[in-house]
């Protein structure tokens, strides 16, 4: 259960990245080379920002041990939430951004990955470094994979529903918190 677990939490986290590339790639002349690029970014922040969030989780550890479950659940339920809120509320169409400068493209890499950072610290509550770092090396690699599928179909102007696809993640990551939840109390 825990590699499903992991997937989905991995699929979850990327939704942004996904998205962020497809569209990228539908609105700008974008070469598969640059795709890559994108990829890559958005894989090592998707993988970064959990990592340095698990380490903080366990630095604090100890200090919560008892409620860590509770913290792991509502920091899940949290990120779940405000996508599933983001994706129902209006967001107003985004400014054309020059996706050419590598700057541009680390800073989508922290905007998607924001979230991941907040689940990491779940993560570093609840899991030993080992686990942590077989799981934001997933995390990281499901991210580059996703995100390469979104330059493809940006490519080849097939649309991804952004709110479809955040309401499914959010739902996801709440499913997961209320599993770990049900893990510690059972």
Same mark, same amino acid.
């Given at each position: ?18 998205? @962020? ?10 070469? #598969? ?47 779940? /939430? ?59 690699? @499901? ?6 599928? /979104? ?27 209320? #599993?770990?939840? #049900?893990?510690?109390?059972?």
């Amino acid at each position: 259960m825990f590699f499903i677990e992991t997937i989905l939490l991995a699929l979850a986290l990327c939704v942004d990245s996904l998205v @962020v590339s497809t569209t990228s790639a539908f609105k700008s002349k974008m070469t #598969y080379r640059h795709g890559v690029v994108m990829a890559l970014i958005f894989a090592l922040f998707q993988g970064g920002f959990p990592l340095i969030g698990a380490l903080l989780g366990i630095a604090f550890r100890d200090m919560i041990a008892s409620v860590d479950h509770w913290v792991a659940f509502c920091l899940l339920v949290a990120v779940g /939430g405000k996508m599933i809120f983001e994706a129902i509320g209006n967001k107003p169409e985004s400014e054309q951004l020059d996706l050419s400068k590598i700057g541009v493209l680390c800073l989508l890499g922290i905007a998607t990955s924001i979230d991941a950072f907040v689940v990491g610290i779940g993560l570093g509550l609840d899991n030993t470094m080992p686990r942590v770092l077989f799981i934001v090396s997933v995390i990281g690699t @499901v991210t580059f994979i996703v995100s390469l599928i /979104g330059v493809y179909l940006g490519k080849r102007n097939i649309p991804i529903k952004e709110r479809v696809a955040s309401i499914i993640a959010g739902l996801v990551l709440i499913g997961l918190g209320a #599993y770990t939840l #049900y893990e510690h109390i059972h």
